[in-house]
């Protein structure tokens, strides 16, 4: 399983956007990959160590806990990201 992790906050326009970016991005996957995606929000307002790594930078995408993107996330790259994770050979 893959975990994607969208850490953000309430009443943030970006954070707005990435998460529509993810959902998009998870339907038009084939259902083989998206069903091996498990998606996690955090608040950075909610965990205080989340908020020290990250307030500047929101929204954050990690992928299996390494960062993805922050500020912008593009559909095309988090896409092929995801793909790429859940099709990789687990050691």
Do not use: F, N
Not at 8 to 13: A, E, M
Not at 14 to 43: F, G, N, T, Y
């Amino acid at each position: 399983m893959t975990t994607l992790t969208l850490i953000g906050k309430s009443d943030c326009h970006l954070c707005d956007v990435a998460r529509e970016i993810v959902d998009q991005v998870l339907a038009e996957l084939p259902s083989d990959i998206a069903d091996s995606i498990d998606v996690r929000e955090a608040s950075i307002q909610e965990d205080p160590a989340l908020y020290d790594a990250w307030w500047e930078k929101i929204p954050v995408v990690l992928i299996d806990d390494t960062l993805h993107g922050h500020w912008r996330v593009s559909a095309d790259r988090l896409r092929a990201a995801l793909t790429a994770a859940v099709t990789a050979p687990r050691t």
